[in-house]
């Protein structure tokens, strides 16, 4: 049973470009949550989404946008991207009880 | 923002050794979750408490939980070097859908 996985695994983009990253959650998980982790520091909640749709969202801009298709998985998608964007974006899927949240080996996004 | 704060930030023991370290928190909760992070790459989920619980194990692992004092611990007993990582409370705050919200991380270092 795959757990969670992400694409891709790295990424280096410009100030001001766009940008997509990819997550399938574990199987028989139906909500995803997105962070975004700077270096030093604990993980920070993007948004998470449940049936398609955002469920709930973190302190973040609107630059910050995702979308859940019909077999769970998820895309986070960052627009006008800027050098402060810089972190690992981990993808965390949980099943319909709602208890643990497992995690994917994240993305690591740099712009320069 | 940080939901709370681990202690100690670093902690350095020898193989064989038991490392302590605590996670404090603000909100009331729904469940306390701990992970474990190597290298700034994704998170392993260790072990979830519920906030009816005061205690839990898992292997040599072994985790407390104080509402009272909103207060959690893990003891990782008989430590060993695969055990180097950063360990990271996360809380499931009550009405929260899972948003969690995780403290700054302890620094684990065991050396053989």
């Known amino acids: 049973d795959a757990g969670v996985t992400q694409s891709p695994t790295h990424l280096i983009k410009t100030r001001g470009q766009q940008v997509t990253l990819r997550c399938s959650p574990k199987?028989?998980?139906?909500?995803v949550s997105w962070y975004q982790q700077a270096l030093g520091q604990g993980p920070q909640f993007i948004f998470q989404y449940y049936e398609e749709e955002e469920r709930q969202r973190g302190n973040f801009p609107d630059r910050f946008s995702g979308h859940q298709f019909p077999n769970y998985s998820s895309e986070l998608n960052v627009n006008a991207l800027l050098l402060g964007d810089s972190a690992l974006y981990l993808c965390?899927?949980?099943?319909?009880?709602?208890?643990?949240?497992?995690f994917g080996p994240g993305t690591r996004l740099t712009v320069t | 923002s940080q939901q709370g704060e681990e202690d100690p930030q670093a902690l350095s023991i020898q193989e064989g050794e038991n490392a302590t370290m605590n996670c404090s928190y603000k909100?009331?909760?729904?469940?306390l979750q701990w992970y474990r992070q190597n290298s700034g790459r994704g998170l392993v989920h260790l072990i979830l408490?519920?906030?009816?619980?005061r205690e839990k194990h898992s292997g040599r692992l072994r985790v407390t939980l104080d509402t009272s004092k909103k207060s959690s611990s893990l003891l990782i007993t008989a430590s060993r070097a695969a055990d180097t990582a950063s360990y990271f409370c996360?809380?499931?705050?009550?009405?929260?859908?899972?948003?969690?919200?995780f403290g700054t991380g302890t620094r684990l270092l065991v050396s053989p």
């Open positions: 408490i519920r906030s009816n619980e």
């Open positions: 996360a809380t499931d705050s009550l009405g929260g859908f899972q948003k969690l919200v």
């Open positions: 909100t009331s909760i729904n469940n």
């Open positions: 199987s028989g998980h139906d909500t």
């Open positions: 965390a899927s949980s099943d319909p009880g709602f208890h643990e949240q497992y």
